[in-house]
């Protein structure tokens, strides 16, 4: 099966600007996670999606992260304005509803560096 | 709150020789374990979880809830194994998000 697939790979913007990526979850997976994780540091949870509904987003910088997956397929995360802290990998990920494991299958990541 | 600890960053072993890798957790709970992989350009991936109780690639994990640990273990390094590590948490079963520790580098010496 195809993997999760994020877009774009890389990205450099400067600080205040506005950026936005994109993941495409494996097919039928219901549940998408988005994780950041900085240089040196394991990934950390920023939101979970279950279908189109968000189950959580306690670690969501809600005044100036923003994530949304319209259709319960494709999810976009966009940061504006983006910080120098915000400089990261953001790890989409996402898991059969049914298994119920807890496995979750990561895509590559986009790697965003703020200047 | 949960939290994941995995005291080195970088484990240096050589080709045959055993590995360690040390995860501890703090969760009230009964928490779901596992470790993930990530090799060189590769994405990160799901290795084992405590709850198959099964051997992958050699590897082994066994949760002690006494000492709230859960080490990786192989017998006999391969130079393949050389990757970055992590233990993480999952509160409950189902789906839920992980939290992850920081990770530890092991390079594999021939």
């Known amino acids: 099966e195809a993997g999760v697939a994020q877009s774009p790979r890389y990205k450099i913007i400067e600080k205040r600007q506005s950026v936005a990526f994109w993941c495409n979850p494996i097919?039928?997976?219901?549940?998408l996670y988005w994780y950041q994780q900085i240089l040196g540091q394991g990934p950390k949870l920023l939101i979970q999606?279950?279908?189109?509904?968000?189950?959580?987003d306690s670690q969501l910088p809600k005044d100036r992260f923003s994530a949304e997956r319209l259709k319960g397929v494709d999810s976009t995360l966009k940061i504006q304005p983006a910080k120098l802290e915000d400089s990261a990998v953001y790890l989409c990920?996402?898991?059969?509803?049914?298994?119920?494991?807890?496995?979750?299958?990561f895509g590559p990541g986009t790697r965003l560096t703020v200047l | 709150a949960q939290r994941v600890t995995q005291p080195e960053k970088l484990l240096s072993v050589f080709k045959g020789a055993p590995v360690e890798l040390k995860c501890n957790y703090s969760?009230?709970?009964?928490?779901?374990l596992f470790w993930y992989v990530q090799y060189s350009r590769q994405r990160l991936q799901l290795l084992l979880r405590?709850?198959s109780r099964e051997s992958i690639k050699g590897f082994t994990a066994d949760l002690n809830k006494g000492e709230t640990s859960f080490h990786l273990k192989k017998p006999f390094a391969q130079e393949e194994d050389s990757a970055m590590y992590y233990c993480?948490?999952?509160?409950?079963?189902?789906?839920?998000?992980?939290?992850f520790g920081k990770g530890t580098r092991l390079s594999v010496i021939a």
């Open positions: 405590h709850i």
């Open positions: 969760y009230s709970g009964s928490p779901e």
């Open positions: 993480a948490l999952a509160k409950y079963s189902g789906n839920t998000p992980l939290v």
């Open positions: 990920a996402s898991s059969p509803v049914h298994r119920g494991d807890n496995e979750q299958f």
């Open positions: 097919s039928g997976h219901a549940t």
């Open positions: 999606f279950q279908n189109n509904g968000v189950v959580d």
